[in-house]
C-alpha cells in the first residue's frame, strides 16, 4: 500500500488512502448506522384525545408513528418505555418456568395438565400487553385494536387460572359437587363476558371517561373474584385460626398473589401518584408500570401458590379421576380462543365501519381543553 505525501502546511495529515484513515471511516460508518434517528416526543397538547392518559403531560410519541419507529422508541425514555420491558422481560421469564415444567417426565402425569395450561395464557398476557404498548401509536384504530388483543389475552389469562384452580386448590368439601363439575366451563364463559366489555368499554371512553373506566375495571374485577372462590372460602375457614385447617390452609404465595392482585385493582382505577402531581412520574413510577410489576409478581405468587397446592395434594390427584381430561382441556381451551378472537373480530370490524370523523378516531382537542392542558 503507498503512503501519500503530507499536504503542505498540514501536519501529519495522510490522503485517504492511508489506513488510518481507512480505519476512521469504517468506525465513522459504523457510528453513523448505529445512531439511529430515534422518533421526536410530544406533549400532551400536541397528540389528539384518543392517546391522552390521565395525569401523563409529556413523553407522547408520534400518534402516525411507523412500526419501526414504535419498536425505537422501546429504545428510549418515552411514557411507554417502562410499560414495555415490565412485560416484556416477564414474558421470558414464565416462558422459562414453562419450559422447565414441560419436560417429558413432567408431562407424563395427567394431573400435571392443568398447571401447564395456566403457564400458556401466563406467558401470553405480558406479551400481548408489550405489543399492545409497542404500537399503540400508529394510528387511533391500531391504538384500539391493539388493546382489543390486550384485554383478550387478559381473558384467556382468566380462564387459564380456573384450571390449576379446579384441579389443585378446590377445598375439599367441593370436590365434585355442581359448583366444581362447572367450574372451568363458568370461567371460559366469563372470559367471552370479561373480552366483550373491556372491547366495548373503549367506544365511549372520551365522552364517558368515568363510565369507561368503570366498566372496563368490572370486566377484569367479575373473573378474578370468581376464579378465586375456592381461595376466599378456604380463607374463610381459617379466618381467626379457630380451628386447624388441615389442606385447607393457604400458602404464603397465595397471600401474596392476593396482596399483589388488590394492589394491581387499587393502581388501576385510583391512577396514583401521578394524579398527585401530574407531570412529576411521566416517565418513570407513574400507576400503569406500578400495575404491570403488581401483576407479574402476583402472577410469579400465583405459581409457587399452585405448586404448593399440587405438592400438598399429590396423593388424591394421582388417583385416576381427573377434573377434565386432555380432550376435554383442549376442546375447552380452544372454543375459548375461537370465541374470543370473534368478539374481537366483531368489535375490530365495528371499528372500522366506523368513520374517520367519529371522536373515537379523531379525538380533537376542544379549544378549552387544549388551554388547559398548555398552562
Known amino acids: 500500500m503507498c503512503w501519500a505525501r503530507p499536504q503542505r502546511g498540514g501536519r501529519g495529515k495522510r490522503s485517504r488512502g492511508h489506513p488510518d484513515a481507512a480505519h476512521r471511516s469504517t468506525w465513522r460508518y459504523l457510528a453513523t448506522m448505529l445512531s439511529l434517528k430515534l422518533p421526536q416526543l410530544l406533549r400532551v397538547h400536541q397528540v389528539p384525545r384518543v392517546f391522552w392518559e390521565d395525569s401523563i403531560m409529556s413523553g407522547y410519541r408520534r ?14 425514555m418515552t411514557n411507554e418505555t417502562v410499560n414495555i420491558w415490565t412485560h416484556f422481560l416477564p414474558t421470558w421469564y414464565f416462558l422459562w418456568r414453562l419450559l422447565a415444567l414441560g419436560s417429558p417426565g413432567f408431562r407424563a402425569e395427567p394431573y400435571h395438565l392443568p398447571l401447564l395450561v395456566f403457564l400458556l395464557p401466563a406467558c401470553l398476557y405480558p ?84 363510565f369507561s373506566k368503570a366498566l372496563r375495571t368490572a370486566a377484569f ?19 381467626g385460626g379457630a380451628h386447624s385447617c388441615g389442606q385447607e390452609a393457604l400458602s404464603p404465595s397465595h397471600a401474596h398473589h ?40 402476583g402472577t410469579h405468587f400465583q405459581l409457587e401458590a399452585v405448586l404448593a397446592d399440587m405438592g400438598s395434594r399429590r396423593a388424591w ?11 376435554a382441556t383442549m376442546a375447552t381451551l380452544s372454543l375459548a380462543v375461537i370465541g374470543n378472537l370473534l368478539i374481537i373480530a366483531a368489535f375490530t370490524a365495528s371499528l372500522l365501519r366506523t368513520p374517520g370523523t367519529c371522536p373515537l378516531l379523531q379525538g380533537g382537542l376542544p379549544e378549552e381543553g387544549l388551554q388547559a392542558k398548555q398552562q
Open 63 to 76: 400518534p402516525t408513528s411507523s412500526a419501526l419507529d414504535c419498536v425505537l422508541s422501546s429504545f428510549q
Open 258 to 297: 392476593l396482596l399483589c392482585a388488590l394492589l394491581t385493582g387499587f393502581l388501576f382505577a385510583a391512577r396514583l401518584p401521578e394524579r398527585l402531581a401530574p407531570g412529576r412520574f411521566d416517565y418513570i413510577g407513574h400507576s400503569h408500570q406500578l400495575f404491570h410489576i403488581c401483576a407479574v409478581l
Open 127 to 210: 406479551f400481548a400487553s408489550c405489543c399492545a404498548h409497542t404500537f399503540s401509536s400508529m394510528s387511533p384504530r391500531a391504538r384500539h385494536i391493539c388493546y382489543f388483543l390486550d384485554y383478550g389475552a387478559l381473558s384467556l389469562y382468566s380462564l387459564g387460572c380456573a384450571f390449576p384452580y379446579a384441579a389443585y386448590s378446590m377445598p375439599a368439601s367441593w370436590l365434585h359437587s355442581r359448583l366444581h363439575q362447572f367450574f372451568v366451563p363458568t370461567a371460559a364463559l366469563n372470559s367471552f363476558l370479561c373480552t366483550g366489555l373491556s372491547c366495548y368499554s373503549r367506544f365511549p371512553e372520551l365522552e364517558s371517561p368515568r
Open 221 to 239: 374485577a367479575y373473573p378474578f373474584l370468581f376464579d378465586n372462590l375456592p381461595l376466599f372460602y378456604r380463607l374463610q375457614l381459617c379466618w
Open 317 to 327: 390427584l394421582a388417583m385416576p379421576e381427573p377434573t377434565l381430561g386432555l380432550q
